[in-house]
């Protein structure tokens, strides 16, 4: 239990990823807030995880909505210490095919929400002198995997946020880190695939697998716990060898 005491949030957590994340940081002792717009869905998911946690929903581009949302948590958890960032809807659609107003909802959904609970988050954390903060982007950040434009842009911007802010927060006692997936099982960018899809993807993973949402939990788990308090700044791959750098 080496995150007892510690309060946790997680963010678009009616993903299958989330989930998975929210998990292992229970099985860790953490509370563990739930933050997802989708309120019918999240309130039916709370009810079936093990330890202490609590529903939120919220839209998190908006920036009023996450100041709420905060003070909910606050007031039933304390202070944030941990802060996983997940996004779970890739717009694969190239640049001609993709529209001002979703390449702005795009952005908005993966960039401007992680950007939002950063600010609201970190200051504190810093305060404290500890805490944990997770961005979980998908292979498009590193210019590989099947995601469009917006999705390609949004990704490597979180990944730049990740880095401007581990060198911030680092004298403070804070990591910030990120968590690079590809080709996670039952996620929204896997489901939209089609067999023949399925199997062109298979070939070109070294491993010959998809990912286990559980694996990709893992990553953040560690990232999080006292294990990895030397690590910052850091984008840890979790794609099978699809990328080796």
Not at 6 to 17: K, S
Not at 54 to 77: I, N
Not at 204 to 221: M, N, S, T, V, Y
Not at 236 to 242: A, F, Q, R, T
Request: charge should be negative; aromatic fraction near 6%; include cysteine.
């Amino acid at each position: 239990m080496v995150l007892a005491g510690r309060t946790a949030l997680v963010t678009n957590a009616t993903g299958n990823i989330a989930l998975a994340v929210v998990r292992a940081l229970l099985e860790d002792g953490a509370q563990v807030a739930l933050v997802d717009a989708d309120a019918m869905r999240l309130d039916s998911l709370v009810r079936f995880l093990r330890g202490p946690t609590l529903a939120v929903p919220a839209e998190s581009f908006d920036a009023g909505a996450v100041r709420h949302a905060q003070q909910q948590v606050e007031k039933a958890f304390g202070p944030i210490d941990i802060l996983v960032n997940t996004t779970d809807e890739p717009a694969a659609a190239r640049i001609e095919a993709i529209d001002p107003e979703a390449w702005r909802f795009t952005m908005a959904r993966n960039l401007d929400a992680a950007f939002n609970w950063c600010r609201a988050t970190l200051p504190a954390m810093k305060q404290r002198n500890w805490g944990r903060i997770v961005n979980i982007v998908s292979l498009a950040a590193k210019g590989a995997g099947e995601g469009g434009a917006a999705d390609a842009a949004s990704q490597s911007g979180l990944v730049a946020l990740t880095f401007a802010l581990a060198r911030d927060a680092a004298a403070n006692g804070v990591t910030v880190n990120a968590v690079a997936a590809a080709y996670v099982e039952n996620s929204p960018a896997m489901e939209a695939l089609n067999e023949a899809q399925r199997r062109q993807l298979l070939a070109q993973i070294p491993l010959a697998r998809f990912c286990k949402p559980e694996e990709l939990a893992h990553a953040a788990r560690f990232l999080v716990s006292p294990l990895a308090g030397f690590i910052t700044g850091e984008v840890i791959d979790v794609n099978g060898g699809v990328v080796m750098d």
